[in-house]
């Protein structure tokens, strides 16, 4: 049974939902789904809800600006996704990022009532990041550590062997789609206990084999319109997350 109340998600893009657009332009994302799992069966108006993630931002930032409201917020639980963008940057240190994600968990921990933290995605399917999987998995063994420490349920992505298919990801290759984005969702509920009838892990419908051709057709698509923007992004310095607030800033009903 649920025996939360309350919910702020703190993150990037991912927890922000990117990949999984909604209607009004805004993005709806497996933090969203997760808490409509969370307010299900409750009484209208008694569930309330924040999210303070906001796409591109890196751990310390998430630390400064995130942590802290969601301290003000104080809520029964929180889920804290961070790292990943730090993770795939050149000469990023693994161990460093962990170091300075375990004094913030402890600093939530003791601030509000439970924190859920998340893994990384295993990455070997994945064009660019599969060759980052060492470091993906370096991270991810921290993060089990930190939890084992500090009495955190864990969100584990690298186990979700489900979201290794394609289909699982937006056309960036970066971004969960919204099917994705939905078992993401899913997992989370089940860690905590909530009684879903759904399987994260349910396999996909098989898919026609794909051509060379078609495959090389993608690959240069996705480079034209999704690599060589985020590489420029990098190069002059810019964030997509510049200029972006967080869409749910207080602890509002669903």
Not at 208 to 225: C, K, Q
Request: net charge negative.
């Amino acid at each position: 049974m649920n025996t939360f109340a309350s919910y702020a998600a703190i993150g990037d893009s991912f927890t922000e939902g990117v990949g999984d657009p909604a209607p009004d332009g805004t993005f709806i994302g497996w933090a969203d789904r997760f808490a409509a799992l969370l307010g299900d069966g409750m009484p209208q108006h008694t569930f309330r809800y924040a999210n303070l993630a906001v796409r591109g931002r890196l751990l310390d930032q998430i630390v400064a600006e995130q942590v802290p409201r969601a301290k003000e917020l104080a809520p029964d639980l929180v889920t804290f996704c961070a790292g990943g963008n730090d993770i795939i940057r050149p000469g990023s240190d693994p161990d460093d990022v962990a170091e300075r994600l375990e004094r913030a968990v402890a600093d939530l921990a003791n601030a509000v009532g439970t924190v859920m933290v998340t893994t990384g995605f295993d990455t070997r399917g994945m064009p660019v990041l599969r060759h980052l999987r060492g470091k993906v998995a370096t991270y991810t063994a921290h993060v089990r550590a930190i939890a084992d420490r500090h009495g955190c349920p864990v969100l584990d992505l690298w186990s979700l062997k489900s979201v290794q298919d394609r289909r699982a990801w937006d056309t960036d290759r970066l971004h969960l789609s919204p099917d994705g984005h939905a078992r993401v969702a899913v997992r989370a509920a089940q860690v905590l206990g909530l009684d879903v009838t759904n399987d994260p892990d349910q396999p996909w419908p098989p898919l026609p084999r794909r051509g060379t051709l078609e495959v090389r057709r993608d690959d240069i698509y996705w480079a034209r319109e999704h690599l060589a923007p985020w590489i420029g992004r990098r190069l002059r310095g810019e964030s997509s997350g510049d200029h972006i607030e967080a869409k749910r800033p207080d602890l509002l009903p669903l």
